[in-house]
């Protein structure tokens, strides 16, 4: 029994079976990891789902590390509610991704997908209400679980109940596109919490715009930062040391463009590698003196349209160094794996970072750059990201789906004088330093205490 309990789809550490038997456990990495670890010195658990074989098998043997219990779903009713609605459905409303006219479909099979969606929520609610002490505290984590907060409610009134949306909310016309009886029973499910929190005021305002909404729990914004000191820490480890040293022979003393994200297609990687072609045409005295560093993590891959956005980003890649590269210049390097520890050399390095997500709840890259940059770096920033609201005064913002304006914003980037640049590096760590994950997750604990 737990007096704070946090629920997410994906949990803190995820199993892989070794070739003798054996399970290899491994921690996430990531500021949300570190915050929601929170809970475990407040006496608390963390509810996650089985992600795959590996963590199912670690259910199976009642293998836990202390604090976290997973969830074991039927694991086609899992793939129905995870890739089938939570990803392809509800991630495409709230970051307004659905390619019109093609897409939506909401069909019988559509239905079928969504009470597979409400019964992972439910199993979620369930094993909730069973560990928790009376009057605890439970702090439901995003879009996966929209409708645990109502089950809950139903379940366990005396609980304290939150629910934080780490994306976007869709502006209410889009999310108009799902069947009314499938949009209430989302809205409402989230209703049943006694707080709703959001990264920014202008998501906050796109849910109690949503015309479903009637019974408007306490909205708040919590607007997720960095942990300065860890992450300082993290990149300063000798492993990212040699990294740094290595791309630094890679890009002998060019400038650097950086950008790292999963590939994910609201992070608008090509058209950031678009800006870049365009640069380079419009500006040639940046040829042979500049190198694009792009780092994507493999994400979704179970979805057909995230294997082929992660295939164009390639040929997209190769295609500008076909263009421009000389025999002693490739002007983009891409790597396509999870490696942090070239993701955290390449933020020192970094010259200029690009993030221009075409809509973002947040985007902790954004603040991250500035946080562990070595000579300062400018920022060029989309106006859709949810770390705009705070971030917007020291970087150069772009509309992300204006190409030619993006290729302009990496030339000022580029051209900054460099007291300018360390200037404006150090306004945006403080800002992007004000809530970081520890206090983001205390900050609600404490609302929900005593709200
Ligand atoms: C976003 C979501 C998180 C999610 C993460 C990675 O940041 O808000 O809830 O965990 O993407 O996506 P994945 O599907 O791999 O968990």
Redesign the pocket.
């Known amino acids: 029994m737990a007096s704070v309990l946090v629920a ?3 949990g803190p550490v995820s199993y892989t079976v070794r070739d003798d038997g054996g399970l290899d456990a491994r921690r996430g990495g990531g500021g ?1 990891v570190s915050g929601l670890s929170a809970v475990s010195s407040e006496g608390g658990l963390w509810v996650c789902a089985a992600l795959g074989d590996g963590d199912r098998e670690a259910v199976r043997r009642g293998v836990a590390e202390p604090g976290v219990r997973m969830l074991d779903i039927d694991p086609e009713v899992y793939a129905d509610a ?1 890739n089938g609605i939570a ?1 392809s459905v509800l991630w495409f409303l709230h970051h307004h991704l659905y390619d019109i006219p093609r897409e939506p479909v909401f069909d019988a099979d559509f239905r079928r997908r969504w009470a597979s969606y409400r019964a992972y929520n439910h199993a979620f609610a369930e094993a909730l209400a069973e560990a928790a002490d009376p009057g605890a505290a439970v702090l439901v ?4 679980l929209a409708l645990v907060p109502g089950r809950l409610r139903a379940l366990r009134p005396d609980l304290r109940i939150a629910h934080f949306t ?2 976007p909310w869709a502006s209410p016309g889009y999310l108009a596109m799902l069947p009314d009886d499938v949009h209430r029973e989302l809205v409402e499910g989230m209703s049943g919490a006694d707080e709703l929190g959001f990264h920014t005021r202008a998501w906050a305002s796109a849910f109690l715009a949503d015309p479903f909404v009637d019974r408007a729990p306490r909205v708040a914004t919590y607007p997720l930062g960095v942990d300065a000191e860890e992450l300082r820490a993290l990149a300063h480890r000798p492993a990212v040391d040699a990294r740094l040293a290595e791309l630094r022979a890679e890009t002998a003393g060019r400038r650097t463009i950086v950008r790292v994200d ?1 590939t ?1 297609l609201s992070k608008n990687i090509p058209r950031g590698l678009l800006a870049y072609r365009e640069l380079l045409a419009r500006h040639p005295e940046w040829r042979g003196r500049v190198v694009h560093l792009a780092s994507a993590y493999p ?2 891959q179970d979805l057909e349209v995230y294997r082929a956005y992660t295939a164009s980003v390639t040929e997209l890649a190769a295609a500008v160094n076909e263009e421009y590269g000389t025999p002693d210049w490739q002007p983009v390097l891409v790597s396509v794996q999870d490696d942090f520890t070239r993701s955290l050399a390449a933020y020192r390095l970094a010259d200029v970072a690009l993030v221009n997500p075409v809509r973002d ?1 947040m985007n902790l890259v954004a603040k991250e750059i500035p946080v562990v940059s070595d000579e300062g770096c400018a920022l060029v920033l989309s106006r859709e990201a949810g770390a705009y609201e705070e971030l917007h005064e020291d970087a150069l913002t772009v509309n992300p789906y204006d190409v030619t304006a993006t290729a302009e914003a990496l030339h000022q980037a580029l051209s900054m004088p460099a007291p300018e640049r360390a200037e404006r590096t150090k306004r945006l760590a403080t800002a992007a330093t004000a809530l970081p994950p520890r206090e983001w997750f205390l900050a609600q604990l404490g609302s929900l205490r005593t709200g």
């Open positions: 997410s789809n994906r949300l995870y990803n984590q995003d879009y996966h780490h994306t999963r994910e994400s979704r709840g």
